[in-house]
């Protein structure tokens, strides 16, 4: 395997995909974790409504770029209906993200910040092997 094959064109193999959607979750979570901290401690909102705001962000982000370089053509004929579907996990993901960074927080005693990196990373399993059976490659 090249490192063009790594980074150009379509592929149905998984650790490409996998590899991609690092990269693709990794830029996500900038914008993500970018948004989460300038929301709670610029604009005093609580972190999780912050949180909230700043996922769905990510999840447009990673969806945009998801559909352009990670998986390639959808299963699906309608455009819309494979949007409600990457969006019903995406909101699977957000209440996976939520419960994990308010246990982590709050129960647990983690900075906030540190729960959300350690959120983003198993939220970002689920989201990825979830939305790869969206897809033919």
Sequence with gaps: MTLKNLFAGSTSNVFVQLLRYVVVGGIAFVVDFGLLWLLTERCGLHYLLSATISFVAGLVVNYLMSLAWVF??????????????????????????????W??????????????IVTAALVMLWNFFARRLLFKN
């Design 72 to 101: 390639g053509k959808s299963k699906m004929q309608s455009r819309w209906g494979e949007f409600l579907i990457y969006a019903a996990i995406g909101v699977i993901g957000l209440g996976l993200n939520n419960l994990l960074l």
């Design 103 to 116: 246990l982590l927080t709050d129960k647990i005693g983690l900075y906030y910040l540190l729960s959300k």
